[in-house]
Protein backbone atom coordinates (compact mmCIF):
# COMPACT_ATOMS: atom_id res chain seq x y z
CA UNK A 1 0.00 0.00 0.00
CA UNK A 2 1.37 3.35 -0.98
CA UNK A 3 2.26 5.26 2.24
CA UNK A 4 1.34 8.54 1.17
CA UNK A 5 -1.87 8.00 -1.26
CA UNK A 6 -3.26 6.30 2.17
CA UNK A 7 -3.26 9.17 4.42
CA UNK A 8 -6.89 10.62 4.13
CA UNK A 9 -6.82 14.51 2.65
CA UNK A 10 -7.94 17.06 5.40
CA UNK A 11 -9.81 19.88 4.21
CA UNK A 12 -9.92 22.99 5.98
CA UNK A 13 -12.90 25.38 6.66
CA UNK A 14 -13.52 27.42 4.27
CA UNK A 15 -12.52 25.32 1.05
CA UNK A 16 -15.03 23.43 -1.11
CA UNK A 17 -14.51 20.13 -2.94
CA UNK A 18 -16.23 18.62 -5.80
CA UNK A 19 -15.84 15.37 -7.10
CA UNK A 20 -17.53 14.69 -10.33
CA UNK A 21 -16.30 11.36 -11.40
CA UNK A 22 -12.64 11.50 -11.93
CA UNK A 23 -12.86 15.40 -12.07
CA UNK A 24 -11.54 17.12 -8.82
CA UNK A 25 -13.02 21.15 -8.30
CA UNK A 26 -11.60 23.17 -5.22
CA UNK A 27 -12.81 26.47 -4.55
CA UNK A 28 -11.41 28.36 -1.78
CA UNK A 29 -10.28 31.78 -0.51
CA UNK A 30 -7.00 32.27 -2.89
CA UNK A 31 -8.95 31.22 -6.25
CA UNK A 32 -10.89 27.25 -8.18
CA UNK A 33 -8.83 25.01 -9.14
CA UNK A 34 -9.88 22.02 -11.39
CA UNK A 35 -7.98 19.07 -12.64
CA UNK A 36 -9.08 15.80 -13.97
CA UNK A 37 -7.30 12.99 -12.75
CA UNK A 38 -6.70 9.62 -14.03
CA UNK A 39 -10.05 7.14 -14.47
CA UNK A 40 -8.68 4.43 -12.33
CA UNK A 41 -8.15 5.97 -8.87
CA UNK A 42 -11.37 5.92 -6.85
CA UNK A 43 -12.03 8.74 -5.59
CA UNK A 44 -14.32 9.31 -1.85
CA UNK A 45 -15.28 12.59 -0.16
CA UNK A 46 -16.90 11.79 3.52
CA UNK A 47 -17.36 15.01 5.61
CA UNK A 48 -13.86 16.17 6.85
CA UNK A 49 -11.95 14.78 4.06
CA UNK A 50 -10.75 13.05 0.69
CA UNK A 51 -9.71 9.11 0.66
CA UNK A 52 -8.06 8.15 -2.62
CA UNK A 53 -8.21 4.18 -3.03
CA UNK A 54 -6.97 1.92 -5.64
CA UNK A 55 -8.93 -0.72 -7.44
CA UNK A 56 -6.36 -3.05 -7.45
CA UNK A 57 -2.37 -3.98 -7.43
CA UNK A 58 -1.22 -3.71 -11.10
CA UNK A 59 1.92 -1.34 -11.25
CA UNK A 60 0.13 1.48 -13.02
CA UNK A 61 -2.64 1.67 -9.98
CA UNK A 62 0.32 1.71 -7.74
CA UNK A 63 2.03 4.20 -9.31
CA UNK A 64 -0.95 6.42 -9.78
CA UNK A 65 -1.92 6.58 -6.03
CA UNK A 66 0.55 8.64 -3.91
CA UNK A 67 0.49 11.04 -7.07
CA UNK A 68 -3.02 11.27 -6.88
CA UNK A 69 -3.39 11.81 -3.80
CA UNK A 70 -0.58 14.82 -3.73
CA UNK A 71 -1.82 16.50 -6.56
CA UNK A 72 -4.96 16.67 -4.73
CA UNK A 73 -3.47 17.52 -1.86
CA UNK A 74 -1.53 20.29 -3.59
CA UNK A 75 -4.72 22.27 -4.88
CA UNK A 76 -5.90 21.89 -1.37
CA UNK A 77 -3.25 23.92 -0.27
CA UNK A 78 -3.05 26.21 -3.19
CA UNK A 79 -6.67 27.53 -2.54
CA UNK A 80 -6.08 27.87 1.13
CA UNK A 81 -2.30 28.98 2.09
CA UNK A 82 -0.97 29.30 -2.13
CA UNK A 83 2.54 28.64 -3.30
CA UNK A 84 5.35 30.97 -3.52
CA UNK A 85 9.14 30.27 -4.81
CA UNK A 86 12.04 33.67 -3.86
CA UNK A 87 14.11 34.18 -6.78
CA UNK A 88 17.33 36.24 -5.68
CA UNK A 89 19.72 37.91 -8.77
CA UNK A 90 23.63 38.03 -7.96
CA UNK A 91 25.81 40.18 -10.52
CA UNK A 92 27.11 43.54 -10.67
CA UNK A 93 24.24 45.69 -12.36
CA UNK A 94 21.95 42.53 -12.42
CA UNK A 95 18.53 43.66 -11.36
CA UNK A 96 14.75 43.40 -11.54
CA UNK A 97 11.80 45.85 -12.26
CA UNK A 98 7.89 45.11 -12.57
CA UNK A 99 6.34 47.24 -15.46
CA UNK A 100 2.39 46.10 -15.27
CA UNK A 101 1.85 42.99 -15.95
CA UNK A 102 5.74 42.39 -17.16
CA UNK A 103 8.70 41.45 -15.25
CA UNK A 104 12.37 43.17 -16.66
CA UNK A 105 15.35 41.94 -16.26
CA UNK A 106 18.35 43.42 -16.92
CA UNK A 107 20.78 40.06 -16.31
CA UNK A 108 24.25 40.87 -17.90
CA UNK A 109 22.49 40.72 -21.79
CA UNK A 110 22.72 43.65 -24.88
CA UNK A 111 19.22 44.04 -23.88
CA UNK A 112 16.36 43.61 -21.35
CA UNK A 113 14.67 40.62 -20.86
CA UNK A 114 10.49 40.94 -20.90
CA UNK A 115 8.39 38.53 -19.89
CA UNK A 116 4.54 38.09 -19.00
CA UNK A 117 2.93 36.95 -15.79
CA UNK A 118 0.99 33.67 -16.88
CA UNK A 119 -2.79 33.89 -15.64
CA UNK A 120 -2.83 33.04 -12.17
CA UNK A 121 0.70 33.96 -11.30
CA UNK A 122 1.57 36.90 -9.78
CA UNK A 123 5.32 38.33 -9.10
CA UNK A 124 6.53 40.80 -6.86
CA UNK A 125 9.58 42.42 -6.79
CA UNK A 126 10.08 43.68 -3.32
CA UNK A 127 13.73 44.44 -4.25
CA UNK A 128 16.03 44.95 -7.18
CA UNK A 129 17.50 41.56 -6.96
CA UNK A 130 14.69 39.63 -5.37
CA UNK A 131 11.99 38.06 -7.42
CA UNK A 132 8.87 36.41 -5.26
CA UNK A 133 6.73 34.38 -7.51
CA UNK A 134 2.85 34.00 -6.14
CA UNK A 135 0.11 31.99 -6.97
CA UNK A 136 -2.79 29.14 -6.06
CA UNK A 137 -1.26 26.10 -8.18
CA UNK A 138 2.06 24.48 -7.53
CA UNK A 139 3.17 23.45 -11.03
CA UNK A 140 2.11 26.73 -12.58
CA UNK A 141 4.10 28.68 -9.74
CA UNK A 142 7.21 26.36 -10.07
CA UNK A 143 7.27 26.95 -13.64
CA UNK A 144 7.25 30.25 -13.99
CA UNK A 145 9.82 30.39 -11.09
CA UNK A 146 12.33 27.55 -13.38
CA UNK A 147 11.39 30.03 -16.57
CA UNK A 148 13.03 33.06 -15.26
CA UNK A 149 15.83 31.63 -13.17
CA UNK A 150 16.30 29.78 -17.03
CA UNK A 151 17.07 33.30 -18.40
CA UNK A 152 20.36 33.55 -16.50
CA UNK A 153 21.32 30.40 -14.53
CA UNK A 154 24.29 30.94 -11.88
CA UNK A 155 27.48 30.14 -12.78
CA UNK A 156 30.06 28.28 -10.81
CA UNK A 157 33.28 30.63 -10.83
CA UNK A 158 31.44 33.53 -9.41
CA UNK A 159 27.99 32.77 -8.49
CA UNK A 160 26.48 35.55 -11.09
CA UNK A 161 23.19 34.91 -12.28
CA UNK A 162 19.50 33.76 -10.83
CA UNK A 163 19.12 31.55 -8.44
CA UNK A 164 16.51 30.35 -6.00
CA UNK A 165 16.93 31.95 -2.16
CA UNK A 166 17.41 28.36 -0.71
CA UNK A 167 19.61 27.26 -3.51
CA UNK A 168 23.40 26.26 -2.95
CA UNK A 169 25.91 27.27 -5.32
CA UNK A 170 29.11 25.07 -5.79
CA UNK A 171 32.02 27.15 -6.77
CA UNK A 172 34.76 25.91 -8.67
CA UNK A 173 38.64 27.88 -8.39
CA UNK A 174 39.46 29.56 -11.69
CA UNK A 175 42.62 28.96 -13.66
CA UNK A 176 44.70 30.52 -10.87
CA UNK A 177 43.41 27.85 -8.78
CA UNK A 178 45.33 24.99 -10.73
CA UNK A 179 48.75 25.45 -8.46
CA UNK A 180 51.79 24.31 -10.07
CA UNK A 181 53.97 24.30 -13.30
Same mark, same amino acid.
Given at each position: MSRIGKQPIVI???VDVTIDGSTVTVKGPKG???KTMHGNMILEKDGTGIKVSRPNDDKLNRSLHGLTRTLINNMVVGVNEGFKKELEINGVGFRAAKQGKQ???????????????PEGVTVEVPAPNKIVVLGSDKQK??????? %? #?? +???PE??? @???IKYVD?? %? #?? +???????? @?K
Open positions: PAGTLTLVLNVGYSHQVFMDEVGQFAAE %I #RG +KRPPYK @GKGET %I #RR +KEGKAGKG @G
